[in-house]
């Protein structure tokens, strides 16, 4: 019996976990703050298998495990991911792309011929998400975060252009954002409810990633523009506003079915194509 291929994405928010069964990938993720429990699950599951590790927390998830492992860098192994997700999925990527990894924080890749480089990143991510609505909310749950900000109304809180423009016609759409969370009259008058608050800050992280990974687009004059972590999660509210806006300024966001496991695919496939024994 040949031993199960493991590839392992052990990040600062999760575990994402990626296998083959009967020449399938499979998948499962933890949160790192369960990180025991993920390494009992692997050794539990899998005899003698053979396992590559990437992300920050790979040599503490290592630590965790019966068996040795090997590891590949994030960035090389994501782009991998990516390329063979993309591939699985029916997108056309070209010869060149930008890929934006949102996790905790975000990282920008411009890929070229299959060859990756770092051109950017910003501190805003889903960690971000996590902190500023414990700040401002008390909340802790991902999941219960994600579904109030979709009943919520960023109309409440955020200033849009028609706001300032009240009464005349806008130089620009007047639905476009000009200041997020800066609607400070209105809610003086008005408070604002957690629903609103926490789609307001999902709306921030969104613009603010999408611009910056737009203008790296242009910069790289690059057409199509990969959007992967685990950030997309069950949040469709960051997605729709990344797709709204990157269309917008005529750039091709895609989005990949497995997108948040990139990183563990492309660990995954460095075992199953030998690039590590």
Not at 77 to 91: F, N, S
Not at 121 to 150: K, N, P, Q, W
Not at 210 to 223: C, E, F, G, L, R
Request: proline share 3%.
């Amino acid at each position: 019996m040949k031993p199960t291929k493991i590839g392992i994405d052990a990040g600062g928010t999760l575990i994402k976990i990626s296998y083959l069964e009967e020449e399938t990938i499979r998948y499962r993720s933890f949160q790192t703050q369960h990180i025991g429990e993920a390494a009992s699950w692997v050794n539990d599951h899998f005899r003698n298998p053979k396992i590559c590790l990437t992300g920050g927390k790979s040599q503490v998830f290592a630590e965790e495990l019966d068996v040795s492992t090997h590891s590949v860098l994030e960035f090389e192994a994501t782009t991998r991911g990516i390329t063979y997700l993309a591939d699985e999925d029916g997108h056309s990527l070209g010869s060149h792309f930008l890929f934006v990894n949102i996790g905790t924080g975000t990282s920008m890749h411009y890929v070229k011929n299959g060859t990756q480089e770092r051109v950017g990143g910003s501190g805003i991510g889903g960690g971000t998400l996590m902190g500023l609505a414990y700040l401002t909310t008390g909340m802790t749950d991902y999941d219960e975060i994600v579904r109030l900000a979709g009943i919520g109304n960023r109309g409440n809180v955020d200033l849009k252009v028609k706001d300032i423009f009240e009464g005349a016609v806008p130089p620009i759409s007047g639905d476009l954002t000009a200041s997020n969370l800066g609607k400070t009259a209105f809610m003086m008058q008005n408070p604002p409810t957690q629903q609103d608050t926490l789609a307001s800050i999902i709306g921030l992280i969104g613009e603010v990633i999408v611009t910056i990974s737009s203008q790296m687009a242009a910069h790289y004059n690059a057409d199509s523009i990969v959007y992967v972590g685990s950030s997309f999660r069950d949040n469709p509210i960051i997605r729709e506003i990344i797709e709204t806006y990157a269309w917008m300024i005529g750039k091709k966001p895609v989005f990949l079915q497995h997108g948040d496991y990139s990183g563990a695919v492309g660990a995954l496939l460095a075992v199953d194509e030998g690039v590590i024994e």
